[in-house]
């Protein structure tokens, strides 16, 4: 191993992290939002929604992202009506186009996984906020989803570091995130063994904190499963 | 306007791009058929390391799951196509040849994809083995089996049918991951595709067919994977 070699690769591998992470956080958050979205729509009733919603996730958890990302950046540049379309500026944009293919892809997974942890509530819970007089939004907010997502989080912390690791495919079509700089270089210099390693340590070292974030979040919304805390104030005195 | 419509697309007569497609198709089935073999004999493995291997053993196990599930698949894939390429060069140079010997497309992606593939097959198998019952295996010592009639009749048979649903998805994400292998000029599905949208001026229609082609196939495999799982289940109970 050529460490200056390694150390030159591993400062032009860090400029482009922003970017990967740009990328993952971007397409999580709305991600998330559609999920949500899609994993009512399935458990709506509603016979044309739950339709709607098993195709989508159908059709996206069975083709590969790539050509989910083709389709969006070179796909629909075949139609005149998109290219003179207000939306234009935006699918002109290999970054957004990626961030689109991202989104509507993590949103099947992840819409799979809220659906579990909404069907996880125990339906005892439910009932005992009905019987307080919660309206159902409120249910909704208060009881159901705080529960849900505790249940659904380990299942989205995976699904989270796959997005990670899904960014890479963003290289494909031109943005230079973590592994289109690799590629470059790699390409540049046939050095394949040195650029992986640096490459990988990186994408390591996000998955891990990655992870140790989920743990976190996981840890502080189950109180209940924590030993409790010896009190030192005496009850009342804070008043 | 001279061009080609969509049913042009898929048709075999003169062309028609259908039995190129369909060669792509089967260059895709190959190559996740190839790693996942690949795949299968490295989770093999691996979980017998990790299952009552020594202690570096284990740490290795671990730690090639470990890197192998957090680094994209894509780099994994630049690491072995390029890679490859240099080490077939330098042994080339060793003989005396000079010049530059490419590593071939197919192979490189054959084994990135099994050495992804092999780190979650490991789990599988990990896990599928534990879940054998230990009374099971104590009952076939007990009628004086030896070390590999064991195996072959008892360990072997009850491992494959907890581990098969695993290995469906983990098949299931081969497939999609094969999709990957196009960035090296191997002339898979997609890369059919994108040959096909290039010299047509149609990206939209081709990468809809590419998809429903995955789709197709990935549907297919799904359900031979459920009879398969029914073969290995026969006389358990179910309630």
């Known amino acids: 191993m050529d460490w200056s070699f390694a ?60 050509v989910q990302i083709f389709l969006i950046y070179y796909g629909l540049s ?18 957004w186009c990626a961030v689109i293919a991202l989104t509507l892809n993590t949103a099947a997974y992840a819409s799979e996984i809220i659906r579990g942890g909404l069907l996880s509530v125990p339906h005892g819970q439910v009932e005992a906020a009905r019987a307080c007089g919660m309206p159902s939004f409120m249910i909704f907010r208060r009881i ?35 592994t289109g ?3 470059k270089i790699i390409s540049e210099t046939y050095r394949a063994i040195e650029v992986f390693v640096v490459a990988g340590l990186i994408y390591l070292a996000i998955n891990f904190l990655l992870t140790r974030l989920v743990h976190l979040i996981e840890y502080m919304l189950s109180p209940h499963l924590r030993e409790p805390r010896l009190q030192t104030s005496v009850q009342g005195e804070s008043k | 306007m001279n ?112 050495i992804t593939s092999g780190a979650q097959q490991t789990e599988v198998f990990r896990g599928a083995f534990k879940a054998v019952h230990r009374g099971e295996i104590e009952a076939a010592i007990a009628c004086g089996m030896s070390r590999g009639l064991r195996f072959r009749r008892i360990i072997a048979p009850l491992t494959v049918r907890h581990a098969l649903p695993g290995m469906g998805n983990v098949w299931q994400v081969v497939l999609k991951e094969s999709a990957l292998v196009s960035i090296t000029g191997v002339v898979e599905l997609l890369r059919q595709a994108q040959i096909g949208a290039g010299s047509t001026g149609m990206p939209f229609n081709f990468y809809v067919v590419a998809g429903a082609t995955y789709l197709a196939i990935s ?21």
């Open chain 1, 144 to 178: 159901v989803l705080p529960l849900a997502v505790r249940q659904a989080l380990p299942g989205y912390g995976n699904e989270m570091i796959s997005m990670v690791k899904a960014t890479s495919l963003a290289s494909i079509i031109t943005l230079m995130e973590v």
């Open chain 1, 78 to 95: 075949q139609f005149p009506a998109v290219r003179h379309s207000f939306l234009w500026p935006i699918l002109r944009e290999p970054y």
């Open chain 2, 3 to 114: 061009q080609p419509g969509f049913l042009d697309i898929i048709s075999f007569g003169p062309g028609g791009w259908g039995a190129a497609l369909l060669t792509g198709a089967m260059m895709t089935i190959l190559i996740a058929i190839s790693g996942f073999a690949i795949g299968s004999v490295i989770g093999t493995f691996g979980a017998w390391a990790k299952v009552s291997g020594g202690k570096t053993i284990r740490f290795i196990a671990d730690g090639y799951t470990t890197v192998l599930r957090g680094i994209p698949d894509l780099l994994v894939i630049y690491l072995f196509y390029f890679g490859g390429s240099a080490a077939v060069t330098a042994i080339g140079r060793f003989f005396g040849s000079d010049g530059f010997i490419g590593f071939p497309g197919f192979l490189a992606g054959a084994l990135a994809v099994g």
């Open chain 1, 181 to 183: 700089v690799a590629a």
């Open chain 2, 219 to 239: 549907t297919l495999s799904g359900a031979l994977l459920q009879r398969s799982e029914r073969h290995f289940s026969r006389g358990v109970r179910r309630n």
């Open chain 1, 7 to 66: 150390l030159e690769t591993f400062i032009s591998l860090v400029a482009a992290i922003p970017l990967t992470l740009q990328l993952a956080a971007t397409s999580i958050l709305l991600g998330a939002v559609l999920a949500l979205a899609l994993a009512l729509l399935r458990l709506s009733g509603v016979r044309v929604l739950d339709w709607f919603a098993r195709l989508y996730v159908f059709a996206f958890r069975g083709t590969p992202l790539l």
